[in-house]
């Protein structure tokens, strides 16, 4: 189809016209930009974790006053935690993922090394706790028994330390980049002796955000008895409240000095910590939504305007011998025009948005990926949009239209 008409015609009618390509520009800009987001959230929110999700409840509980034997407190609640009905496994540990709690260290490589290597999460727990959190062994071996210490024996730093660790997987790849991790040693890390690492784990989500969306998997496991009243416990996902009903009970009757703070399914606690990234989410789909409404809206007043603008032009090509085809098609192929330079514009005002975004929020690079995806999305917007107006225009019968003044 020869466009030049079009084209005169569009001149002729700048300003709606303009109107409507910086809508469309708007809209692409900001849609682009929304899905973007919109599958960091998605994409934070479906991150695995590493250990096993529906068998675990998790309880936190607090002293009162000073307990100089929380050590062997701690060992007497496992154990009578792990004697529950339905428990396959049970462990005093420092902290869960989600649980707004969280353990972290610097690693390095050499002594005395002026900048860290990387930075880790670190899971205490004892002999249990790889069984307990479901964690998956991929590489080397688990801790054996005599390599447990406790932790009023590690508060003294110049003469004892974890012997061993075991790395995820992502912190084992960046500290040995293609060579294993087993056997290797770990510099000024909870002590001024090398640890040895023995055993290299699936990756295991950080209790945090620290390090960024790249480090969202580097945790390690020391061999140490925590004394800090939280307890994991593993048992079978319909066994769940029961297994947490029983356990507080337990507790409760292990000692009368303390209270429980919490006690929640590890599920629970999964919901509760993407809580805010689920509603950012549904609002941004939101914002796509009356955009794509608003821009819809817009696309069909206007072409509804032309038509009753235009219906005495429409009736004189009608006459000339135009089928309906070819007036749909002019309606469509001119909006089609609209809609691109309104993308041209988007598509920059896309980039120029993500870079304040990445300025004032440290958010990633925009994906050129997502340009075509908004694109496309806005042409077949205004083609739909389009097209009632433009069946309108071409049912006009011409006799009709060429005595219309």
């Known amino acids: 189809m020869d466009i030049r008409p079009i084209l005169s015609t569009l001149r002729r009618h700048k300003t709606a016209a303009a109107l409507i390509v910086l809508e469309i520009a708007l809209s692409c800009a900001i849609i682009c930009n929304a899905l973007f987001l919109i599958t960091g959230r998605l994409d934070r929110m ?11 409840v998790r309880i936190n509980v607090a002293g009162i006053g000073k307990d100089d034997n929380a050590g062997a407190q701690a060992k007497v609640d496992a154990a009578a935690l792990r004697a529950i009905p339905g428990v396959k496994a049970a462990t005093s540990l420092n902290h869960v993922p989600f649980d707004y709690s969280s353990w972290n260290s610097s690693i390095n490589l050499k002594p ?98 620290n390090g960024g969306p790249a480090e969202s998997h580097f945790s390690t496991l020391l061999p140490v008895r ?93 006459a000339l011998g135009a089928t309906r085809a070819q007036i749909l098609r002019y309606f469509q192929t001119e909006n089609f025009l609209l809609t691109s330079f309104g993308i041209v514009l988007g598509m920059l005002g896309a980039f120029g948005l993500n870079q304040l975004l990445m300025t004032h929020y440290e958010l990633p690079r925009l994906p050129a990926l997502y340009l075509p995806v908004g694109a496309l999305v ?13 069946r309108r225009a071409a049912a006009v019968p011409p006799a009709i239209a060429t005595r219309s003044v």
């Open 378 to 390: 806005l042409w077949l917007l205004g083609q739909i949009a389009v097209f009632g107006p433009a």
């Open 226 to 318: 925590p004394v800090f009243g939280r307890f994991a416990l593993r048992t079978s996902p319909e066994r769940r409240e029961e297994v947490l009903k029983a356990a507080v009970a337990t507790l409760e009757k292990t000692s009368n000095s303390r209270i429980i703070l919490d006690q929640a399914p590890f599920t629970d606690l999964i919901e509760r910590w993407y809580r805010q990234d689920k509603a950012m989410a549904w609002l941004l789909v939101s914002v796509c939504a009356a955009l794509l409404v608003v821009t819809a809206l817009g696309i069909v007043g206007l072409a509804s305007f032309w038509v009753q603008q235009r219906t005495k032009q429409i009736g004189v090509r009608r």
């Open 112 to 209: 005395d090394q002026q900048r860290p290597s990387a930075s880790t999460a670190v899971y205490l727990g004892d002999e249990q706790m790889v069984e307990t959190l479901g964690i998956r062994i991929i590489e080397g071996r688990d801790f054996n028994a005599d390599e447990f210490i406790d932790w009023e024996v590690l508060q003294q730093f110049n003469t004892n330390q974890p012997p061993v660790a075991i790395l995820s997987k992502p912190l084992a790849d960046r500290l040995f980049p293609g060579e294993s991790a087993v056997g290797k040693l770990l510099y000024d890390f909870w002590g001024p002796n090398p640890i040895r690492v023995i055993g290299v784990m699936a990756p295991v989500i950080r209790p945090n955000d």
């Open 46 to 56: 479906n991150r695995e974790t590493g250990i096993a999700n529906d068998e675990i």
